[in-house]
């Protein structure tokens, strides 16, 4: 799990109707990821909810006023030196018209502007307000300034009627604030491919041949990834995960879709993080009904499943290769072979004789072996931890 272990946040609330989703999201931020968040709301927004929820879940009493409640001086100002991070949520047209403008008529807009460059905007408002030429000039204003903008998602609106507006969810928001915080623009610019989940062979028409993979290491790879500033494609396996914000998704199911998926971004391809589970067994032939019991099969012939890591090898000789090895006996060495046979630079393994290490679990151990003959021991600790080592370490060495 990612970390916001104290970083000062200032919670800015708008008078909008998505106000109600910044509750769910101030738990998440102090509960889920150890942040200090203050709040501050706009007369507008006590008309949506009053400050006491707030204050429940930040711990910290809520700011509504300019001119009461302690040192008010230059309480604009400590506020925004405190803080690593404003973040406007909701940001209605009202908000960010007057930010753009320079409008410093509250407590909140005085903060934003003393703050500058480090406020981070989400969007939220009717798409109607939203397409307003006036409300995209300003937007693109806030942009030719600097600020952050968290675009709004499309679905049903306050109005009951579908359209672009939405707040984004609160994943796609603290994926956001994880890329402000914590990115270092390791891979700034880098393409990059991730793959990850298990395939799935089909039987008949019900049933499939798999594994126990879910996703979460190639997932959390392909989120801090696209933290680090690459342009990450992430080629997915069925899984019950949301995508990370700002990464491009395929989806596909059998090994062979995957391939295909893969080979298709070979090109201009400069990372590979090999993270899929991809099923070794290939059943002969699929049945299009399913099999009755009374027709059961006794044996099911199948063929090996084709070598992605090598056909995008040949594909693109030039991308930095990351693969991954599940072993239980002689790892290392069986992984250092592994890694020569398919042509990779580096290969991360993982023994799931450990306890919380390998499949279906939100912890990961490996120790990442390079083809010169380094490496490196990361004992157990979350896969997105691990995923941030992984890639701290290969972004520090020779990248293509």
Not at 35 to 41: K, L, N
Not at 151 to 164: D, I, Y
Not at 178 to 197: E, H, I, M, P
Not at 334 to 349: E, F, H, T, V
Request: charged share 20%; with cysteine; glycine share 8%.
């Amino acid at each position: 799990m990612m970390t916001l272990q104290n970083k000062k946040i200032l919670l800015g609330l708008t008078g909008g109707v998505a106000i109600y989703k910044a509750a769910g999201l101030l738990r998440r931020l102090v509960q889920d990821h150890g942040a200090e968040v203050h709040v501050v709301m706009t007369h507008a927004a006590q008309q949506f909810m009053t400050p006491l929820i707030f204050e429940t879940f930040s711990g910290r009493p809520v700011l509504t006023d300019m001119w009461r409640g302690g040192p008010v001086a230059t309480r604009h100002i400590s506020l925004a030196e405190q803080s690593d991070l404003i973040l406007i949520c909701p940001a209605t047209a009202n908000c960010i018209a007057k930010v753009a403008h320079g409008i410093a008529d509250d407590l909140l807009t005085t903060i934003i502007l003393a703050a500058g460059s480090k406020t981070l905007f989400a969007l939220a408002m009717n798409e109607r307000m939203l397409i307003n030429p006036i409300t995209q000039a300003n937007i693109e204003q806030l942009r030719r300034l600097s600020y952050g903008l968290i675009e709004p998602a499309t679905g049903m609106l306050a109005c009951q009627t579908v359209g672009r507006g939405r707040l984004a969810d609160e994943q796609t928001i603290i994926d956001a604030i994880d890329r402000y915080l914590n990115g270092r623009r390791l891979l700034q610019d880098k393409r990059v491919v991730v793959t990850a989940g298990a395939t799935r062979e089909w039987i008949d028409a019900v049933r499939f041949i798999s594994n126990r993979s879910t996703g979460k290491m190639g997932y959390a790879l392909a989120r801090v990834a696209a933290r680090e500033g690459a342009r990450v494609t992430l080629i997915s396996g069925p899984v019950h995960l949301s995508p990370p914000a700002g990464v491009e998704l395929i989806s596909v199911e059998t090994a062979a879709q995957m391939q295909n998926a893969l080979l298709s971004q070979a090109s201009g391809c400069e990372l590979l993080f090999m993270a899929a589970a991809v099923e070794d067994l290939v059943p002969c032939t699929v049945s299009p009904a399913k099999i009755r019991k009374s027709d059961a099969l006794t044996t099911i012939p199948v063929t090996p499943a084709p070598d992605l890591t090598r056909l995008f090898r040949e594909a693109n000789p030039h991308a930095l290769m990351v693969g991954f090895s599940v072993e239980y006996t002689e790892g290392k060495k069986r992984s250092r072979q592994k890694m020569q046979a398919k042509g990779l630079d580096y290969i991360a393994w993982n023994n799931p004789a450990q306890p919380g290490v390998g499949f279906a679990g939100d912890t990961n151990a490996a120790t990442l072996l390079a083809r010169d003959g380094s490496e490196w021991d990361f004992p157990l600790r979350s896969k997105y931890r691990l995923a941030e080592n992984l890639i701290e370490t290969i972004s520090g060495r020779t990248m293509p």
